[in-house]
């Protein structure tokens, strides 16, 4: 296939991961097998994935925050320990073994598709909350951020069932919360990764302005539509993803 074909089919399946990932998180399913598909070595893909994944996390959030389902000034501390959590797991994750998370990870996922499939009395609209601000803050953000950062698949999905279950958010602004913190997250693995590995700039940054359309055009969706489009699709995306693992 030549190669110029290869790089604009990769940047449709950026502008398409973006979309997606806007709405219920889960784009890196369908970016890293493209890249490796595209013929990218495994190191190099994973690194362009995280510089392109940053322009649409980033363009969803500043299309929630546009139209006020988020404040981004009162999550600056939340977001610094999402991209320092997710930094430190990229440290680790050259030395730690991953394989259980590889076994264990599809059926976490496969539980919350089932939590947001089942659960009754979901929608946009708040509820009570389970924990407090600063613990959710200090334990749940940075947890969260470093499996970003160590392994990554899924993180959307972990950060929606946490702003739901145990902040209490409805639907529509637990997604708006949801991409501030995955774009935190990518910033912080993106950092140590830039500088320990290696990334395709050209092609990343073409991938990343696709991404950033297909994400405000999935930011856009979401709020037109709320819990009615953004719970079938995490669902969804949730049990794609866990079949691709099992799969792999």
């Keep these: ?48 994935n995280k510089l392109q994944s940053l322009f649409g996390s980033g363009s969803a959030t500043i299309a929630y925050a546009r139209k006020g389902h988020m404040r981004i ?85 972990f950060f929606m069932l946490a702003f739901v279950g145990l902040a209490g958010y409805g639907v529509l602004k637990a997604t708006a919360h949801t991409k501030f913190l995955n774009f935190a997250s990518n910033l912080g693995g993106f950092l140590v990764f830039a500088s320990v590995g290696t990334i395709h700039w050209k092609l990343g940054l073409a991938m990343g302005v696709a991404q950033f359309l297909g994400a405000r055009l999935g930011a856009a969706s979401a709020m037109r539509f709320g819990s009615r489009l953004i719970r ?8 794609a993803l866990a079949l691709r693992l099992l799969w792999s």
């Design 1 to 48: 296939m030549p190669l110029d074909l290869v790089f604009l089919l990769l940047v449709g399946a950026a502008f398409l991961a973006g979309f997606i990932d806007a709405i219920a998180g889960g784009g890196g399913m369908i970016t890293v097998p493209a890249l490796l598909l595209g013929g990218v070595d495994p190191l190099t893909a994973l690194g362009t």
């Design 73 to 157: 000034t009162d999550m600056w501390g939340a977001g610094l320990l999402s991209a320092g959590g997710s930094a430190c797991g990229a440290l680790l994750a050259a030395s730690l073994p991953l394989d259980f998370l590889r076994t264990l990870l599809p059926f976490l996922l496969i539980a919350i598709a089932i939590y947001f499939a089942l659960k009754p009395g979901l929608s946009d609209v708040d509820r009570e909350r389970r924990i407090s601000p600063k613990r959710f803050a200090l334990v749940v953000v940075p947890l969260i951020g470093a499996y970003d950062g160590l392994f990554g698949p899924g993180t959307g999905s």
């Design 232 to 239: 079938p699709l995490l669902v969804t995306v949730c049990i």
